[in-house]
């Protein structure tokens, strides 16, 4: 799951809330990329359900967040 959204992210960029662009925007930018990569892989079914589950999705959410924590420590 997070190597599939690490490859979206790799396209669209790591979009922050610093960035000037708004959240259902970049969740198109997202969504375009998932749908390429469903394209190459056919993996986006995989990940609906993964997100469906609220401790998975919640428990990604939590390991992206302290992703973007320790990079913004380490680049500060």
Known sequence: ???VHDIA???VGDITPHDDISVAEKHM???V???????TVSCL???KQWIATPKRRDF?????RM???L???LLC
Do not use: R
Request: overall charge negative.
């Open 45 to 47: 079914p995989v990940i």
């Open 1 to 3: 799951m997070a190597l």
């Open 60 to 64: 990604m959410q939590s390991v992206y």
């Open 67 to 69: 992703d973007h924590s």
């Open 71 to 73: 990079i913004n420590t």
């Open 33 to 39: 990329c998932l749908h390429w990569a469903n394209m």
């Open 29 to 31: 930018h997202e969504q």
């Open 9 to 11: 992210e790799c396209i």
